[in-house]
């Protein structure tokens, strides 16, 4: 792995840590457009109380995966363009599903297909040799797969 791939994985190392000032600024600002009368706030703010612990930590999963994807293709941009771009598709997918999943009626199928699609992508990138495995792309991997078991239709006792 070369000097400037290293460097984008150590960013993403750090990227999650970034989520906790999203999350922050982001509910600060949709309550601030709820007190002001959008309805679109005042539909997540509902969304956001009337989901469970699963639904709230799989959207801080897919928060965290997509500033960790965000992350790697701003190291990567020069390195791999094409890679970066797919990479930033894919982070603001993840980021969008992580709201969607408040809102959207259908934001599961939504965010399941972001996640198995990027799951896809990196064993597809490992197999041609695009990417080699290290232990940011495993953590990653897994938390997709975390996040994908707790999006997955459950049903109801």
């Known amino acids: 792995m070369g000097s400037d791939a290293l460097a984008s994985h150590n960013a993403a190392i750090i990227a999650p840590l970034a989520g906790v ?6 509910q600060r600002s949709v309550h601030w457009l709820a007190d002001r009368g959008s309805a679109r ?7 956001y109380a009337r989901a469970d612990f699963a ?3 799989a959207a801080m999963l897919l928060l965290a995966d997509g500033l960790v994807h965000l992350a790697i293709a701003l190291g990567r941009a020069e390195l791999d363009p094409l890679t970066a771009v797919l990479l930033v598709a894919d982070a603001a997918l993840l980021l969008a599903s992580a709201v969607f999943l408040f809102v959207m009626v259908r934001a599961r199928l939504v965010a399941g297909c ?3 699609l990027t799951m896809i ?6 197999g041609t040799g695009r990417e080699m ?4 792309g495993v953590a990653t991997y897994l938390l997709e797969w975390l996040a994908l078991t707790l999006i997955w239709p459950r049903r109801r006792a």
């Open 21 to 26: 000032f999203v999350i922050w600024y982001f």
């Open 41 to 47: 706030a005042a539909a997540f703010l509902a969304g």
């Open 55 to 57: 639904t709230r930590l």
């Open 114 to 116: 972001a996640l198995v």
């Open 121 to 126: 992508a990196y064993c597809a990138y490992l």
């Open 133 to 136: 495995l290290d232990d940011i």
